[in-house]
Structures are given as structure tokens and as C-alpha cells.
């Protein structure tokens, strides 16, 4: 059971680092003008992030994994340091998906 965890961990930091950089790059063709609708479906995907988060908390909480938890809180805690990672290291406009 204890492997299922570690899969769902795993699988879910690669999401959020997927859904981070899709935010980034749709929030740098938004400054540049150059955005279409379809570049703003990370809002979307950040709440499903958030709310997946939850569940795993409340797997973990029922599991009594108590160590997955801190798992879990770094993950909360990436997209927040990648936001201020990108205010001091801004997309460049070459690398703009």
C-alpha cells in the first residue's frame, strides 16, 4: 500500500512542475500580448492541483503516513517559490513556449 503512496507522490510533484511551467510561460505571453484563450486553462489546473492536494493530506492523515505529509507541504510549497523564483527570474521572451 505504502507503494501506491509513493507512485502518487512522485507522479504528483511532476504535475505540479508541469502545471508551473504552464502557468509561467501563459502568464509571459500574457505580458508580451501574444495569448490565446486556451494558454489560460492553468488556473484550472491549479485549482484540480490544490484539490488532489487535499485528498492526498486526508489519505495520508487516514494511512497515519505522517511522513507523506511533509511530502505533500513541500509540493504545496514549490509553485509558491517558483512564483518568486520568476519575479527575480523573469520567462525570457525566447524561451516563451
Do not use: C
Not at 507522479?11 to 494558454?39: C, I, M, P
Not at 489519505?59 to 509553485?79: K, Q, R
Amino acid at each position: 500500500m505504502e507503494w501506491i503512496g509513493v507512485l502518487g507522490v512522485t507522479l504528483t510533484f511532476e504535475y505540479q512542475v508541469l502545471s508551473t511551467y504552464l502557468r509561467e510561460h501563459a502568464e509571459a505571453k500574457k505580458r508580451k500580448g501574444n495569448h490565446k484563450k486556451s494558454d489560460f486553462i492553468y488556473k484550472e489546473i491549479q485549482v484540480l492541483f490544490y484539490v488532489k492536494e487535499v485528498i492526498w493530506i486526508t489519505y495520508f492523515l487516514t494511512l497515519g503516513a505522517y511522513s507523506a505529509l511533509v511530502g505533500t507541504i513541500l509540493f504545496i510549497l514549490y509553485g509558491a517559490w517558483r512564483r518568486v523564483y520568476r519575479q527575480e527570474i523573469p520567462v525570457s521572451d525566447d524561451d516563451i513556449l
